[in-house]
């Protein structure tokens, strides 16, 4: 009636093990998953604090030596001139954006500007230029391989009485879609009101 | 029954089979917990780094204000007042930062303070307030 080799045995065995075995293996391939995720998210983060402390430290570190601010009406855009010893009796124009910016000899400045429109992506960075620099310009902010991020404002406010650059910064991660907000202001010695 | 006795008489041990699938479960299990370990969430920096922000708001202002007046003993936060509320921890957590200012003899104690579940936290700044002249 029974063959003497164990094949029934077997199956039962099988039969208890297996979901057992799937069981255990779903919820540790869940747990790794959820672990790598919040791996990724903090990688994110990271980027994105980073990110709005180097434009913070860059912004707050220009606008120390400017004499003067211009700030676009929109917001988007704050242009810092200082005096520097630069070559004298060099006049020359650029143009940015469609706008024309006169430089003169001894004034050096450094321009910081959201760009909305690129190639493929619709959130803004952050760029910045040097009179210097010539015709380049380069994003400071954004498309980081370990997280991309997008700057939701540079508000820039100068109170002329006190010298002093009012500077707010929120930027938010795309990957995780955290947000932070720096608030900080500069006192500027050499600020001129009016140029 | 005596068929169970004989199956028991004839096993020889663990299979290697038993042996792989153990190890791999237990190494998975491993790794899984060696890489959550330093994985805990720790907000605590970016509240730190917006506090420090906040604390050189304050020295900005007292520079602007030793520039046109002398200023000794305990100051008011002279920045922007809704700079002090921030939402950088999550958004339906705002954190409320306290700035308290000190100054003697040209040197200037910036502390800013905060409470995030009932624990304080405080960082301390300090500066020599000097007026700067082009």
Redesign the interface.
């Known amino acids: 009636m ?1 063959k ?1 080799n ?1 094949g029934g ?1 077997v199956v039962a065995e099988f039969a208890i093990a297996l979901p057992l ?1 799937i069981l ?2 779903y919820g ?1 391939a869940t ?2 998953v959820k ?2 995720a ?2 990724k998210s ?1 990688l994110a983060d990271y980027v994105l ?1 980073s990110e ?2 180097y434009v ?1 430290e860059e912004v ?1 570190h220009i606008a120390r030596t400017a004499r003067e601010v211009e700030i676009s009406t929109s917001g988007g855009q704050v242009k810092f001139v200082y005096h520097t010893a630069a070559d004298k009796n060099i006049i020359e124009s650029t143009s940015l954006n469609g706008r024309y910016v006169f430089m003169l000899n001894d004034v050096l400045e450094t321009q910081y500007f959201m760009l909305y429109e690129k190639e493929g992506r619709n959130s803004s960075n952050l760029y910045a230029k040097r009179q210097d620099d010539g015709t380049y310009f380069n994003p400071i902010t954004g498309e980081n391989y370990f997280g991309d991020t997008k700057v939701n404002y540079l508000k820039c406010a100068v109170n002329e009485q ?3 650059l ?1 500077i ?1 910064l929120e930027m938010e991660s795309l990957v995780t879609g955290r ?9 500027m ?2 600020y001129k009101a009016g140029g | 029954m005596n068929r169970i006795k004989f199956v028991l008489r004839n096993e020889r041990g663990f299979l290697l089979l038993n042996v792989v699938f153990l190890t791999l479960i237990t190494s998975f299990a491993a790794m899984i917990l060696i890489n959550a370990a330093p994985r805990v969430r720790n907000p605590q920096s970016t509240l730190r780094l917006t506090a420090l922000y906040l604390a050189n708001e304050q020295f900005a202002e007292l520079e602007s204000l030793a520039a046109r007046e002398d200023i000794s003993g305990s100051q008011p936060f002279l920045g922007d007042k809704d700079d002090l509320k921030s939402n950088n921890l999550s958004e339906d957590n705002p954190i409320e930062f306290k700035v308290t200012t000190n100054v003697s003899g040209g040197r200037a104690v910036v502390k800013v303070s905060w409470q995030v579940g009932g624990e304080d936290f405080e960082i301390e700044t300090e500066r020599t307030i000097r007026v700067v002249q082009e």
């Open positions: 029974f003497n164990g045995f075995l255990v293996m540790l747990v790794s672990i790598f919040l791996g903090q604090e709005a402390q913070m707050t006190k010298k002093i009012h707010s947000k932070i907000k720096l608030d900080t202001a500069v006192y010695p050499s």
